[in-house]
């Protein structure tokens, strides 16, 4: 699936008060393919806790100004990629850093909504956001990890 098919937006970054930052998905390619991509052999569409979002650096974070990377979004059990769309870590990593500040004492969490050609299709709450540099190595520091999970 093609990553110009996807346009990300997102709320609740730049609030004074804290709120649950939502990040929104809108596809707009062929009918039919993501909600294909977003659903189970038996058609139900995956639920919140079977499928994982991840950032994923194409440069290394402390060389590159602006670093380019991709948004993935996969199916937990199968590996298989929903989507994935191109981001910058200045997009992404405030994201990251407000689920945290809105959490306060608990895990931070954050939303997803994938909507198609405007119309919601799945709505999630999720706590773990994983970033990973150029080579493959997961950012503790940068990642959204729930406490008492082990990676």
Avoid at 23 to 34: A, K, N, T
Avoid at 69 to 81: I, K, L, S
Wanted: glycine share 8%; proline share 5%.
């Amino acid at each position: 699936m093609r990553r110009d098919y996807f346009e990300l937006t997102v709320e609740g970054v730049d609030d004074d008060r804290p709120a649950t930052p939502l990040v929104r998905i809108d596809f707009h390619g062929p009918d039919g393919l993501l909600r294909d991509r977003l659903s189970e052999a038996d058609g139900e569409l995956l639920d919140a806790d079977d499928v994982d979002v991840a950032f994923r650096l194409r440069e290394p974070l402390s060389t590159a100004d602006d670093p380019e990377g991709v948004v993935g979004v996969t199916n937990r059990y199968t590996g298989d990629f929903v989507l994935e769309l191109n981001e910058t870590a200045t997009d992404v990593l405030p994201f990251i850093h407000a689920a945290r500040d809105s959490a306060g004492d608990e895990d931070a969490r954050y939303r997803v909504e994938i909507d198609v050609d405007g119309e919601r299709l799945v709505t999630y709450d999720k706590h773990t956001f994983l970033v990973y540099d150029h080579e493959g190595n997961l950012l503790r520091n940068e990642s959204l990890i729930p406490s008492g999970v082990e990676l």
